[in-house]
T-cell receptor, first 115, second 124 residues
Framework: AQSVSQHNHHVILSEAASLELGCNYSYGGTVNLFWYVQYPGQHLQLLLKYFSGDPLVKGIKGFEAEFIKSKFSFNLRKPSVQWSDTAEYFCALEGRGSTLGRLYFGRGTQLTVWP | KAGVTQTPRYLIKTRGQQVTLSCSPISGHRSVSWYQQTPGQGLQFLFEYFSETQRNKGNFPGRFSGRQFSNSRSEMNVSTLELGDSALYLC???????????????????????FGEGSRLTVL
């Protein structure tokens, strides 16, 4: 069965600390992978996506993620977080050509950054 | 351009009642999907529509239904409300899912989703 696991429910960091949020997935086929972010009081928005090609993808606001196929992972990273990065982060997958119109989301990781 | 618009933003209902939520996608987007977000279950897929056709459905009871109109606007309905239906209901639209000529491509993926701010339903 397809699923997405985010290992950390809540991460607390100080500004300028480095960030890595884990995401592992289970799916018996080719996937498209996404990270979405939900800032306080705002709607979910796309942070970055991987469809194919270079497994290291860069997104908005200095975020990047690396797709490691052998580990079924798509971890999100940022070298130096800011207070404004405080938000909830969701990893999601779409089964290419099969799970039509449907994304599978992880439970989310709440990131709190202290100034 | 305008984003995904959901109405109403907040509503309170009592058990046994029914509710209808509305979603207007981004202009030109023909795929609309619905998700239920709760603290305990996270984001759960309800259903997805393209060109007025439901292409995929999540694991929710038949009390949850939806439809899409010819202008791509979508509604979802929940009948016989239960306390556990209290949640944030999110609508998302997407460009992908068609070839631009009005043809439904069965194997086309959704791609990037653009979410609305949600309709927060409280069932008392």
């Amino acid at each position: 069965a397809q699923s997405v696991s985010q290992h950390n429910h809540h991460v607390i960091l100080s500004e300028a600390a480095s960030l890595e949020l884990g995401c592992n997935y289970s799916y018996g086929g080719t996937v498209n992978l996404f990270w979405y972010v939900q800032y306080p009081g705002q709607h979910l928005q796309l942070l970055l996506k991987y469809f194919s090609g270079d497994p290291l993808v860069k997104g908005i606001k200095g975020f990047e993620a690396e797709f490691i196929k052998s580990k079924f992972s798509f971890n999100l990273r940022k070298p130096s977080v800011q207070w404004s990065d405080t938000a909830e982060y969701f990893c999601a997958l779409e089964g290419r050509g099969s799970t039509l119109g449907r994304l599978y989301f992880g439970r989310g990781t709440q990131l709190t950054v202290w100034p | 351009k305008a984003g995904v618009t959901q109405t109403p933003r907040y509503l309170i209902k009592t058990r046994g009642q029914q509710v209808t939520l509305s979603c207007s996608p981004i202009s030109g987007h023909r795929s609309v999907s619905w998700y239920q977000q709760t603290p305990g279950q996270g984001l759960q897929f309800l259903f997805e529509y393209f060109s007025e056709t439901q292409r995929n459905k999540g694991n929710f009871p038949g009390r949850f239904s939806g439809r899409q109109f010819s202008n791509s606007r979508s509604e979802m309905n929940v009948s016989t409300l239960e306390l556990g239906d209290s949640a944030l209901y999110l609508c998302a639209s997407s460009l992908a899912g068609g070839n631009g000529f009005g043809d439904l491509i069965a194997t086309s993926n959704t791609g990037e989703l653009f979410f609305g701010e949600g309709s927060r339903l409280t069932v008392l």
